[in-house]
């Protein structure tokens, strides 16, 4: 009684795991669960050590063993390791369909094979049950212990029990599986099939070809063998799953490898380990794509083998009989589909051909440029033959030699430099021959000439073909490639095609240029007289302006567009070019067009903050000349002109007024220096005396003040006239310009009445030293800078910088002020003109600081914009003596 209760609860494990165990082979649980469940039940009921599971391949009599670890329950797939099935323990289990318990694995009765992988891995007692489906024995259980006898009957009954639901599930999900892949072979048949008529290129087509067999019978990758026109070697036309591109240069002869070995039985080759098999043509890289079983089948078109399909994996014996058979069936559909792409490819290839041709045809009738002509005929031939290159040759009869004259990619350096004998080289030869000759690889072929260029390009095959004129030959058209090419007859048919064509663009071209020159010939007179015109019209002095209707400008010439700073802009109209003159120019212009005569007037414009003077001369065209209203107009730049008008005016007036003022001056000195003295003298005893203490006192000390400021301004005024009016000093010595600015912004800056301004100062540190005089450079920058500062009232900031471009020293005062008016700029550098109110100016500074800078070889430019303020720069030049 008692040992019936203690097995009642193994008994009930025992159900439960049959049960568990059944539902699982009906369900959708994968594989790898059914093993997990299978192990964790079977370690409930029966101590073992390891258990494991062994499936058989019947067609290659080989097994697999799946090691379910009790410790971990998960199992450890196989990998790529697959044993011989013959002499093993496991093949006596599997033919007799027993169960097979062993006391102690040492024995002789367990084959030795499976005597020695028992042993190695520890165990010493074992039981192997059979797994037994519908179509008998598909593999075995194998429990294994360290000790002896480590199992009894019960364990083998409990085992056997459990192996009949495992069997039935791995059973089950095989036929699943099998369902799967029937499935997916069917579907990717009918792929095939759509894609016969759903891609029409080549390379479409082969891709998917490619992918359909991956997915079709899991394979790593797959590759395509095409055979070559002449039926002796396969070459690799596409691929899918390989590492690298080195597929891409494999071309195996037919019968060499296992590629050529199915190509030439026309039967499939099916290789379980690529690593043992003797026929394999390229180990080195099937080593490196880790290629371990292949499948290859012939491709068929009408019965005629046309290629090779091969699929191929990385895990050994991957492919079976049954995959075989689908990839047969697969192959008779795939070369279908490539014969129709090649076909329809064909067709396209003939019509490119056709289209090229018409071109052509269309550039030699169309254009009359010879160049342009042999540009499309060669650009043409160049892409319809998938030609790298193409250039043409003419034969110089005089000399027996062709020239080249054009290419597509060669500079024209090169170009210059062919010349070939008639009868030498491939081109010579086809020349004198009249006929298309070639070379499939120039590297060889001891007829090519300049075989250094051939170096340079990396141009390996070419074809010549002649130009022909009836019987005259007159040049070559040729093509040129970088693989090692035979050109095929129909290509040779095609390019005397394109050279016929080329042959009539150079006859063409000769005509056209015999014509020409006869044209050249009688224009050339009136493009001499046209050319004399332009010349004249663009070295005048003058700006040049045509003016249409409403006065827009119609063209100028390049002196116009420095007269007036640029803006000689077509569709411009003239009065906007001119500012505030704009108006009564364009009324003067007007005027002379309504008169029908030549008229001038001078005008002073504002042209880049710059006062300049401008003689216009409006000049009307007749409307046989032109459209009726039409004028010309000339603009001359007489700025400097009037400028030493001027000064020649003012030179003689204050030559007179020198003299005058010399005199009056020193005549004036002695009695204001009495009186000056006198009244300092008063002062000075009206300080000390008693009359300080009178009412009249205060008013007496104003009055006495009053007459010795006057009296010292007076002396001041004589002593300026002086001044202007000496000879210029001649004492000068070099000199550093930037410590004499320096110290001038110092002085200026440290006046109370510009205490709110900034001086700023930017110096040139590689300024050269200059020869001038110090003293009077030193009023000319002291009188520009408190310039600067008292027209912005003591505030705002003046920079003075200095420079020394190309060949002279330039010091620039610009200031934030208000800016000169343009009414007042042009007299700005007039003695005694002053914008400052009476008793405050003499109006004789910037006339002393011009006079000293153009005593010095120099000048003052100024430039001004009002509301944006001034910049005086003081230029003078480099003398003999400076670095």
């Given at each position: 009684?008692?040992?019936?209760?203690?097995?009642?609860?193994?008994?009930?494990?025992?159900?439960?795991?049959?049960?568990?165990?059944?539902?699982?082979?009906?369900?959708?649980?994968?594989?790898?669960?059914?093993?997990?469940?299978?192990?964790?039940?079977?370690?409930?009921?029966?101590?073992?050590?390891?258990?494991?599971?062994?499936?058989?391949?019947?067609?290659?009599?080989?097994?697999?063993?799946?090691?379910?670890?009790?410790?971990?329950?998960?199992?450890?797939?196989?990998?790529?390791?697959?044993?011989?099935?013959?002499?093993?323990?496991?093949?006596?289990?599997?033919?007799t369909g027993d169960v097979h318990r062993e006391d102690d694995v040492a024995t002789a009765a367990i084959p030795e094979a499976s005597r020695q992988q028992l042993l190695e891995h520890g165990s010493r007692s074992m039981i192997m049950v059979p797994l037994v489906a519908r179509g008998g024995a598909i593999g075995a259980v194998t429990l294994a212990a360290v000790r002896p006898a480590g199992f009894d009957d019960a364990d083998v009954e409990v085992a056997a029990q459990l192996a009949r639901p495992l069997a039935s599930a791995i059973d089950q999900r095989r036929l699943v599986e099998e369902t799967r892949h029937r499935a997916e072979e069917l579907e990717a048949l009918s792929a095939t099939s759509q894609l016969i008529t759903a891609h029409l290129d080549v390379a479409s087509v082969l891709d998917r070809i490619n992918r359909s067999v991956t997915e079709l019978i899991g394979s790593t990758g797959c590759a395509i063998g095409l055979l070559d026109t002449s039926g002796t070697s396969l070459t690799h036309a596409a691929a899918h799953g390989y590492r690298t591109d080195e597929w891409r240069a494999l071309a195996v002869p037919v019968g060499d490898g296992i590629i050529g070995a199915c190509a030439q039985s026309g039967a499939a080759v099916r290789v379980d380990d690529i690593r043992t098999d003797p026929r394999s043509a390229r180990r080195d890289i099937d080593e490196r794509e880790d290629i371990r079983s292949m499948l290859c089948v012939p491709l068929r078109v009408g019965g005629a083998i046309i290629g090779v399909i091969s699929a191929f994996s990385t895990r050994p014996a991957a492919f079976t009989t049954h995959h075989q058979g689908v990839l047969h069936a697969f192959a008779e559909q795939a070369g279908i589909a490539i014969a129709n792409a090649r076909l329809y490819e064909e067709t396209e290839r003939r019509a490119r051909e056709t289209r090229a041709l018409f071109e052509a045809g269309r550039a030699v009738t169309a254009s009359l440029d010879p160049r342009e002509t042999m540009r499309v005929i060669m650009e043409q031939a160049r892409n319809v033959l998938g030609a790298a290159s193409c250039g043409i040759m003419t034969l110089d009869a005089a000399a027996g030699e062709l020239v080249s004259v054009a290419s597509l990619d060669l500079p024209p350096t090169q170009i210059s430099a062919i010349r070939i004998k008639e009868g030498e080289g491939i081109t010579g030869l086809a020349v004198r021959a009249h006929r298309p000759v070639q070379s499939a690889d120039l590297l060889n072929d001891p007829r090519h000439r300049y075989s250094e260029l051939q170096r340079e390009t990396g141009l390996r095959s070419m074809i010549a073909a002649p130009l022909l004129l009836g019987d005259l030959a007159i040049g070559a058209l040729v093509v040129l490639r970088r693989d090692v090419h035979e050109f095929s007859r129909a290509e040779e048919e095609l390019l005397v095609a394109f050279a016929d064509q080329a042959a009539i663009a150079l006859q063409h071209a000769r005509l056209y240029e015999n014509l020409e020159s006869v044209v050249a010939a009688r224009t050339h007179e009136l493009d001499a007289e046209k050319r004399f015109v332009e010349v004249a019209l663009e070295s005048l002095p003058l700006g040049v302006f045509v003016l249409d209707a409403e006065l827009r400008v119609v063209r100028a010439n390049p002196e116009a567009a420095r007269v007036l700073a640029g803006a000689a802009?077509?569709?411009?109209?003239?009065?906007?070019?001119?500012?505030?003159?704009?108006?009564?120019?364009?009324?003067?212009?007007?005027?002379?067009?309504?008169?029908?005569?030549?008229?001038?007037?001078?005008?002073?414009?504002?042209?880049?903050?710059?006062?300049?003077?401008?003689?216009?001369?409006?000049?009307?065209?007749?409307?046989?000349?032109?459209?009726?209203?039409?004028?010309?107009v000339l603009v001359e730049d007489i700025t400097i002109a009037k400028r030493l008008e001027r000064q020649m005016l003012l030179t003689e007036r204050l030559t007179t007024a020198g003299r005058l003022a010399s005199g009056v001056a020193h005549e004036l000195n002695n009695p204001l220096a009495t009186i000056a003295g006198c009244a300092e003298a008063l002062l000075g005893r009206l300080r000390e005396g008693e009359e300080t203490r009178s009412a009249d006192a205060a008013d007496f000390a104003h009055y006495l003040g009053l007459i010795e400021e006057e009296a010292y301004r007076c002396k001041e005024i004589t002593s300026s006239l002086l001044q202007f009016v000496r000879e210029p000093g001649s004492r000068r010595s070099p000199t550093d310009l930037n410590a004499l600015v320096q110290k001038a912004a110092e002085l200026v800056s440290h006046q109370s009445r510009f205490a709110e301004s900034r001086v700023v100062t930017e110096l040139d540190p590689e300024l050269p030293m200059t020869t001038v005089n110090e003293?009077?450079?030193?009023?000319?920058?002291?009188?520009?800078?408190?310039?600067?500062?008292?027209?912005?009232?003591?505030?705002?900031?003046?920079?003075?910088?200095?420079?020394?471009?190309?060949?002279?020293?330039?010091?620039?005062?610009?200031?934030?002020?208000?800016?000169?008016?343009?009414?007042?700029?042009?007299?700005?550098?007039?003695?005694?003109?002053?914008?400052?109110?009476?008793?405050?100016?003499?109006?004789?500074?910037?006339?002393?600081?011009?006079?000293?800078?153009?005593?010095?070889?120099?000048?003052?430019?100024?430039?001004?914009?009002?509301?944006?303020?001034?910049?005086?720069?003081?230029?003078?030049?480099?003398?003999?003596?400076?670095?």
């Open positions: 009684m008692a040992a019936g209760t203690r097995a009642t609860p193994k008994i009930r494990r025992v159900i439960t795991a049959l049960d568990e165990l059944t539902r699982l082979s009906v369900s959708t649980s994968s594989i790898d669960d059914v093993l997990r469940v299978f192990a964790e039940k079977l370690a409930t009921l029966v101590w073992f050590d390891s258990l494991g599971v062994s499936l058989v391949d019947t067609e290659r009599c080989q097994f697999e063993t799946i090691d379910l670890l009790t410790r971990d329950m998960s199992p450890t797939p196989p990998g790529d390791v697959r044993l011989p099935l013959a002499g093993t323990l496991l093949a006596q289990v599997i033919a802009t077509p569709g411009v109209a003239f009065a906007a070019l001119l500012g505030e003159r704009g108006d009564p120019v364009e009324t003067f212009i007007r005027d002379a067009c309504t008169r029908q005569r030549v008229d001038r007037t001078e005008e002073e414009l504002v042209i880049d903050s710059e006062v300049r003077t401008v003689r216009l001369t409006a000049a009307p065209l007749p409307p046989a000349a032109l459209t009726a209203g039409h004028a010309v003293g009077q450079l030193r009023q000319v920058f002291l009188g520009l800078a408190g310039n600067a500062l008292e027209a912005m009232d003591g505030r705002g900031m003046l920079t003075i910088r200095t420079r020394a471009p190309r060949d002279e020293i330039q010091i620039e005062f610009a200031d934030t002020g208000p800016g000169i008016p343009d009414s007042v700029l042009p007299r700005i550098f007039d003695p005694f003109f002053t914008t400052k109110p009476p008793g405050q100016g003499t109006g004789l500074g910037l006339a002393i600081a011009q006079g000293i800078v153009a005593d010095h070889g120099g000048r003052i430019d100024v430039r001004s914009r009002v509301g944006e303020g001034s910049v005086f720069r003081v230029a003078l030049p480099r003398t003999p003596g400076d670095p």
